[in-house]
């Protein structure tokens, strides 16, 4: 990926917001800013270091977190133990792009944040957006609800988009090489995040005067 995303965890459990600091920088795309343990310093936190987005808990012990979500104006999603519904309703009504109830793994996280990537790509400030894109988008932010492939599928995606940040504008065959996957399997996955807005595409002319396919990632 060509941008880095920034997270805010808020979260009063020091060990809790290490560990999520820890899968967040597992992501790439992804850093994890110092974990902040109160509203009050969630909120110093967004004001200091604008984070892309905040990964919050409901119980603070100054204040809820859904108090806190109110009062931002940045991306959020809430984690947390809380499962009542009224919670639940609330966060949402109150802006949260997504919640996951603890404790969840890594790679739900991953998931998530990989979403929240393609959400923010299908949404950039550079194209004119039609339903369509935005209902991709919105379904980027709720990954289990609308994909049921297995996780090595979201693992490859991460993988055609790492090598394009390392290298830009790469053939299909230059991408399947890099990853170690087959041209076709390469081809794919390109067609796809093109689709999405990850990568763009361009053209480049050899001798003979067939125009050959570059790919590179996208940019915000």
């Not at 603890?102 to 790509?121: C, M, N, Q």
Request: avoid cysteine.
């Amino acid at each position: 990926m060509s941008s880095t995303y920034t997270v805010l965890i808020v979260e009063d459990d020091f060990h809790v917001g290490r560990l999520h600091a820890s899968y967040v920088d597992a992501v790439p795309g992804f850093r994890a800013l110092p974990p902040a343990s109160t509203a009050a310093l969630g909120l110093k936190a967004v004001h200091e270091s604008a984070p892309d987005l905040v990964l919050l808990d409901v119980y603070l012990p100054d204040a809820t977190g859904l108090d806190l979500l109110g009062s931002i104006d940045v991306d959020a999603m809430m984690l947390s133990a809380a499962s009542d519904p009224a919670t639940i309703r609330k966060a949402l009504r109150r802006g949260a792009l997504g919640y996951l109830i603890k404790p969840f793994t890594a790679e739900v996280l991953a998931s998530r944040l990989r979403g929240y990537a393609r959400y923010r790509r299908l949404l950039s400030d550079s194209v004119t957006l039609t339903q369509d894109r935005i209902e991709t988008a919105w379904q980027a932010l709720h990954p289990a609800a609308t994909t049921s492939g297995p996780k090595s599928v979201s693992a490859t995606e991460t993988a055609v988009l790492a090598a394009l940040a390392a290298r830009p504008d790469q053939s299909t065959a230059e991408v399947a090489a890099a990853v170690g996957i087959s041209r076709t399997t390469a081809q794919r996955y390109l067609s796809a995040l093109a689709d999405d807005g990850a990568v763009t595409i361009g053209l480049r002319y050899g001798s003979t005067g067939r125009p050959e396919h570059r790919y590179s990632a996208a940019t915000d």
